[in-house]
């Protein structure tokens, strides 16, 4: 009887051996499987954010238009407009200049107002027609019987043609009233400005 009672308990702690074993296995395989859920979540949910991202930023690149795509070609601002106006008018101006009988472009011939600046009198012009580098300016003054002439160089100008100014020292001239007309020449035109008369102290 005492041999029996042996063997029952030792097959009882096998049996329960068996069964802590097979519930450790379990929950390690329980573990396993809960871990590897929860690394897939964590990567499932990095690429669905990775793809909102990128989502994103496709957004914004459609919403952000690039400078090309902002140029109107076609677009010209107010201070644009006017400028080439301007310069068509200008063209036009000069591709129809008269010309004379020698075949030369009349010049317009535009005499500044004669100025005082302390002790010097001051007269400029400006040839309003002709863009021209090379020519001769003469100032012609004439009081009763005299007669005197200032020649001067054309000056560089973009939009017309401006003859060096004349500065007439206290002196130069006698004093009285004097008149001044500008003659203007060169191989492509030619022009007379209109007479101003100034007096000299």
Not at 9 to 30: D, E, P, Q
Not at 33 to 62: C, F, H, Y
Not at 90 to 119: I, T
Request: hydrophobic share 30%.
């Amino acid at each position: 009887m005492a041999k029996t009672k042996i063997k029952t308990t030792r097959s009882n702690k096998h049996t329960a051996m068996m069964i802590i074993g097979g519930v450790f296995l379990v929950a390690v395989l329980c573990f396993g499987a809960l871990a590897g859920i929860k690394m897939a979540s964590k990567d499932e949910k990095a690429v669905i954010e990775e793809s909102d991202i990128n989502t994103a930023n496709t957004k914004n690149e459609q919403k952000q238009p690039t400078p090309e795509s902002d140029i109107d070609e076609n677009y010209t601002t107010p201070g644009n407009e006017a400028k080439a106006k301007n310069d068509e008018l200008e063209k036009r101006q000069h591709q129809q200049v008269e010309r004379n009988e020698s075949g030369l472009k009349k010049a317009n011939v535009l005499l500044h107002d004669p100025y005082v600046v302390g002790q010097k009198t001051v007269i400029s012009s400006t040839i309003t027609n002709i863009v021209e580098t090379e020519g001769t300016c003469s100032y012609i003054f004439t009081k009763d019987t005299q007669s005197v002439t200032k020649i001067t160089s054309v000056l560089p100008n973009a939009k017309n043609t401006v003859c060096e100014a004349v500065v007439l020292e206290k002196g130069s001239l006698s004093s009285g009233e004097w008149k001044v007309r500008l003659e203007y020449k060169s191989n492509l035109s030619e022009g007379v400005s209109e007479t101003q008369t100034f007096t000299i102290q």
